[in-house]
Nanobody, 122 residues
């Protein structure tokens, strides 16, 4: 099993920045791809970004390209999401996820964190 714990959410004004973190523990050697999803009030959960084990491959949803940056520090078993130029529509619970491949992660990752709330005020 892999355990994922998110942190770094909070309240920020539009145009501001936040950095989310996701700490992984357990059988981390079984997961190579990690990523972020989000779920806004009244909406379905959606993919935000993903990163490969080496960090050499990243994927982003069109809605966050150019504003969000995903990264990871394997020595610390931690993944990050730097969010800049935040908009009110970015308000959501952000979930960390992990899988063996990016393809699996985008379709349906087996491991999830409990989420951290990001609220962007206008």
């Amino acid at each position: 099993q892999v355990q994922l714990v998110e942190s770094g959410g909070g309240l920020v004004q539009a145009g501001g920045s936040l950095r989310l973190s996701c700490a992984a523990s357990g059988r981390t050697s079984s997961v190579y791809a990690m990523g972020w999803f989000r779920q806004a009030p009244g909406k379905e959960r959606e993919f935000v970004a993903a990163i490969s084990w080496t960090g050499g491959r990243t994927n982003y949803a069109d809605s966050v390209k150019g504003r969000f940056t995903i990264s990871r520090d394997n020595a610390r078993n931690t993944m990050y999401l730097q969010m800049n130029t935040l908009k009110p529509e970015d308000t959501a619970v952000y979930y960390c996820a992990a899988a063996q491949t990016i393809a699996e992660l985008v379709i349906g990752p087996p491991y999830w964190g409990k989420g951290t709330l990001v609220t962007v005020s206008s």
